[in-house]
């Protein structure tokens, strides 16, 4: 469903990416983990055709998204959705107003369907309650909750997460999980997940990715990523420090 093919991105002279190359079959749940800095979120923006590779190919479903026109850019789109780490709700908007504005903007469904799609989605994500709010006046997990709720309304065959259970308690962490884990379940929805949260991703993964300075060092099932002998590995599963603090 998704192909990245020797990847390389650069921004300022600064190497991210450094030779990226993985597959993500239809339906499966991919997560990709690392330290802040080694190009996770860079990652899922060449695959949602936002940033351009300096070389290399992104695939999507067999078809080129790098270099491709607009058209067809468009077209490949549509398959996908992404839930931002901030969720990237509009704030002057309200959390129903939000949900349903990709199918207003896009014209999909008429009035009526498009009431029916949303109501299913706000009962979906158990925020019947918080239709007519703001989103100032809800939680950060209610937030994450509306972003993927907007993203379901057009049905995506692909959805990219970028930190889904960031700064969220662990009652409201195991909730995404469980979304993210019916989405594939009821949808066979095909799923790529950033995180820092070793929890969440061995909760939800088919197959674990580990980004270190720019390259995938070991991509596995989330068993042979647990008991991995690559000590970076090991070292971040377990939040070891890289070297002494000093404190003044």
């Known amino acids: 469903m998704i192909e990245l093919r020797n990847i390389h ?24 983990i690392g330290s802040s800095g080694t190009g996770k979120t860079v990652t899922i923006r ?4 936002l ?13 080129r998204m790098n270099g491709a026109d607009r058209a067809t850019r468009e077209t ?6 992404v839930v931002f780490q901030s969720g990237a709700l509009i704030n002057w908007m309200t959390v129903v107003d939000n949900i349903r504005l990709p199918l207003v903007e896009n014209r999909i469904f008429d009035p009526e369907e498009i009431e029916r799609v949303v ?29 993927l709720a907007r993203v379901l309304v057009r049905n995506p065959e692909i959805i990219l997460y970028d930190e889904p259970t960031s ?3 662990p009652v409201m962490s195991n909730r995404i999980n469980e979304l993210i884990l019916k989405m594939k379940r009821d949808f066979n929805v095909t799923s790529v ?26 991509c596995d099932e989330p068993d042979a990523i647990r008991n991995s002998d690559h000590p970076v590995v090991q070292q971040f599963i377990r939040g070891d ?3 002494p603090i000093e404190i003044q």
């Not at 940033?51 to 078809?63: A, C, K, N, Y």
């Not at 007519?132 to 972003?147: E, L, Y």
């Open 9 to 32: 991105k650069s921004f300022n002279g600064v190497c991210v990416l450094n030779g990226i190359t993985l597959t993500v079959e239809k339906g499966e749940t991919f997560v990709i």
């Open 46 to 49: 060449h695959i949602a055709g």
């Open 119 to 147: 109501d299913e989605k706000l009962r979906l994500m158990q925020l019947s309650d918080a239709r007519d709010k703001m989103p100032s006046d809800i939680s950060g997990g209610m937030k994450k909750r509306a972003s």
């Open 76 to 81: 490949l789109r549509k398959k996908m959705g």
């Open 193 to 218: 997940v950033v995180t820092h949260d070793m929890e969440s991703a061995f909760r939800v993964a088919d197959r674990i990715a580990v980004l270190y300075n720019g390259k995938i060092i070991q």
């Open 241 to 243: 420090l890289v070297g």
């Open 51 to 63: 940033v351009e590779p300096d070389s290399g190919e992104v695939l999507i479903d067999s078809v």
């Open 167 to 169: 700064g969220l308690d």
